[in-house]
Structures are given as C-alpha cells and as structure tokens.
C-alpha cells in the first residue's frame, strides 16, 4: 500500500526571545542588588557574548560558556535565561524549562522567561505545562505588543492537548477562536489545517494552508501538508505540483530524495485507469483487457501461510491478530464465496504474508513510498478471468517517514489493503474513503467500505457459495 505523504508537524523556528529586552530595563542594578557597576557589566558581557555564540550556530559552545558563567554567579536570572536560550536552540526542552524556571525564581517578573518556557513545553509536546507559563507572561506583560499573539498560542496549547485526547472538533473550536486573536498567525493556522484535516475536512485544511502561504510563502511544512491534503482526496496532479514547489524551493532539503519518489509514484498513479468514485463500485478500475483477477474455484480455500514476526524491528504480535481481522474481513465481503486455511509452512501456502522492517523489501516499483505490497502471480488460461496462482505479501513493521511502529489502526489499514490485491483487485479506487484508495488516508477507516465490500462481490458473484460468511 503506498504510504501517503508524511504529514509534518510545524516545528517553531523561532529565536528565544533574548537579552537585549532584559538590558533595555530600567534600574537592573537595584532590581538585581549588585554590589557594583563592575558585576552587572560583566554579567551583561558575557550574555551578549553567548548571545553572538548562539547567532552563530555554536550552541554548544554557548552551553559550555555559560555552564561556566553561572556557576560562578549562580544568583543572575539573566545567565540562567541565556543558558535556557540555548538549550532551547538545542532542542534540548528538559534543560531550557529548568534555567528559565531558575531565571524566575531569582527575578520576577520575568516575562521572557516565562513565554520561552511556554515554548519550550510546547516544543516537547507538553501542551498542558506550557498553559500556566502562557498565563503567567500575560500577567505580567499586559501591555506588550504581541500579547495578542501569545493569548492565540495559549489557545493553541489548549488544543493540542485537545487534539492529543482525540477531541479534534473542540479543538477545531479553540483554533477558530484564535484565529479571530491573531488571523495572521502561522502558527495558528498551521495548528487549524492540522485540526480540520483530523476530522477529514481536507478541503477546510486546504483553505488553512492557503491563508498561511499567503503569510509565509516558503512555509516548507504547509507546502508539504497541502500535497499530501491533495493526495488525501484524489487529486494527485495538484499533489505532484505542490511537492514540485517543495522541491524548488528546498533543494537541498534532507526528504528531498523521498519526495522526488513521490512525484514519480503520484504521477504515475494519475495515469492509471480511473472510475468513478460515486459509483457502486470501481469495478472499472481493476479491470484489464476486460477481465478480472481471481481465485480460481480449483484453488479454494485458499491456504495460507501467516509469519510469527520473530526478530523484525516494530513488530507486535497484534498485528499478525489484526491480519487475520482483515482477512477475515474480505472473506466475509465474499459473501461464502471465499473460503481460506492455514498451513504450517511457506512453501505449502498459495498466499504467504511476512513482516520487515526494512523499507527496502517493499519497493516493488522502485520507489521507496510503499508501506507494503503484493506480489501477484497469475496464470492467462484463456478464461473470462486471469487466474491468481500465488500471493506473497510483504508489510513493514515502521512508519516509512518517521521510523517509528506503526499503530494497530495503521497496520489494520495496510493489511486490509494489502489483501484487496491479493484477492484480486489489481487496480485501486478513487475514493478516499474506500480501503483501496490508492494510498493510506485519515479520511478512510480499517475496516472495509460498501464500494470495497461490492467491487470484491463483483469478482465472485458467479461462484457457488462454500460456506455461510460468518467470520
């Protein structure tokens, strides 16, 4: 099953907001309780010193430095501030959320420190942390020119933990509501497009994403997102141009080679024989030369071989359960005109499924965008039907994009579409809510749509039932 383009989670590129605010503050040496001039300079040189590393990309240079400033003068709020900075720059979230929360404890108010630890939290994924430190900045910053802004990501750490409890309406809610703090925001946009496309409102994350590129035209996250929002629905030439403009203007960006294998896989997609994905089924899709593929009635039930999975990277024994869950799926879509059982071994089998977790070993057209595959062997005897002979399955166990195990609900999906192919639906549909659209999609679910039920019925209907469908 082709896997659908990685939908990227906007990372902030941002600078920590800096020094030079806390050096513009007035009386800092009687805030601080300097014992002198002297002191107070020195602790400024050696910010903006470290402030120079860090604009420089020598963060740990920075880091070393600073180490060595504040355990020297452990009691300045701004030494610990730049440290956090730092640590910030590093992705390093544990260790920034600790110098600014000492930043705050030896000067208050701190407002910097307080919207950079917001940040921070947000950057590591604690969304229900960042909150209080959001609230603490307005507190003590009321005034300042981009309080509306920050009252808009306040409401954006609301709803990623909303959305993190798959409340994505309500989320969607508190995202709208942000909008209308800061429209311009691409942060907030980016948050609402994430938002609506969870919900399956492509079209509404499309609107999103646009409104952002209006901002920032070279926002590579959304310029993906919007691919990927297009291959969700079926539109793949508008997908192929967005991953085109991605390409242009981030050529040498570290996905560049997995997104030119999805120009190629799309554009080759897009030219494969289409039906109408109203209809009641797409029969016309995965018809060749007039005629199907299947299961010869000689061969049924069909035996299959299913592997335990030992040793493979990401695999969990639920996903050999889910397997048989959406085999099971399809032989009751036959309606008792499929029938399988289960061998001891590989070579006894006519349909074989093994686990893997090198992306290689699904590659079968040679672009490395699949998450798994069927390989099919058939037999032209000169029948209204192309004969199956043998199906060997191949899935892999990790997300191709991120390398990490795939969900059940995501395995479910690639084994239900995986097997479509092998009980002969060489083709796929152009539906997105159907189990064999083309790629992997949130808009369908792991479980077999009425078109998926009725194409795989319009292959069998002529055969005898073998049994009664109950699976």
Request: glycine share 6%; aromatic share 8%; net charge neutral.
């Amino acid at each position: 099953m082709p896997k659908r383009l990685g939908k990227l989670i906007q990372t902030r590129n941002y600078m920590p907001i800096c020094a030079c605010l806390i050096l513009a503050m007035p009386s800092p040496v009687c805030a601080q309780g300097y014992q002198n001039q002297e002191a107070f300079v020195a602790e400024q040189r050696a910010a903006k010193k470290a402030e120079n590393m860090m604009h420089s990309g020598k963060l740990q240079d920075a880091i070393m430095f600073l180490n060595g400033e504040v355990s020297q003068n452990p009691r300045s709020a701004i030494l610990h501030f730049e440290l956090g900075n730092a640590h910030l720059r590093s992705r390093e979230f544990t260790r920034a959320i600790e110098c600014y929360q000492q930043a705050v404890r030896l000067r208050h108010p701190f407002p910097e420190a307080c919207l950079n630890a917001a940040y921070a939290c947000l950057d590591a994924g604690m969304e229900l942390q960042a909150i209080p430190w959001f609230h603490k900045y307005l507190r003590e910053n009321p005034t300042s020119p981009q309080a509306k802004e920050v009252e808009a990501e306040l409401l954006v750490a609301h709803a990623k933990a909303q959305m993190k409890e798959k409340r994505n309406f309500d989320a969607k809610q508190t995202l709208e509501r942000a909008q209308q703090i800061s429209p311009n925001s691409e942060i907030v946009l980016f948050a609402l497009a994430r938002a609506r496309s969870e919900l399956g409102d492509t079209q509404g994350a499309i609107h999103a994403y646009e409104d952002l590129l209006k901002v920032n035209p070279r926002h590579s996250a959304a310029l993906i997102n919007m691919a990927e929002c297009y291959q969700t629905s079926g539109q793949l030439q508008q997908a192929v141009t967005w991953l085109k403009k991605y390409a242009s203007s981030f050529p040498n960006a570290p996905d560049i080679v997995q997104i030119q294998n999805m120009i190629v896989a799309l554009t080759e997609k897009s030219a494969e024989q289409r039906s109408d994905p109203q209809a009641l089924d797409y029969g016309g899709a995965i018809v060749e030369a007039g005629r199907y593929y299947r299961w010869p009635p000689n061969r049924l039930p069909i035996k299959v071989w299913v592997s335990q999975g030992e040793g493979v990277a990401g695999y969990k024994p639920e996903f050999r359960v889910g397997f048989f869950d959406a085999l099971n799926s399809w032989m009751k879509a036959g309606q008792g005109r499929l029938q399988y059982v289960l061998v001891n071994t590989k070579e006894q089998a006519d349909l074989t499924a093994e686990w893997t977790g090198n992306p290689y070993d699904v590659k079968p057209t040679g672009h490395n965008v699949e998450q798994g595959v069927c390989l099919l062997a058939s037999v032209d005897r000169g029948h209204d039907f192309i004969e199956i002979d043998r199906a060997d399955i191949r899935i892999l166990t990790i997300d191709r994009n991120n390398q990490q195990p795939l969900s059940d609900e995501e395995m479910k999906k690639t084994c239900l579409h995986e097997l479509g192919h092998a009980m002969g639906l060489q083709g796929h549909s152009t539906n997105n809510h159907d189990i064999m659209f083309f790629s992997m999609s949130n808009t369908n679910w792991p479980v077999l749509s009425r078109r998926d039920k009725a194409t795989l019925f319009l292959l069998y209907q002529k055969y005898q039932p073998l049994m009664s469908a109950q699976y």
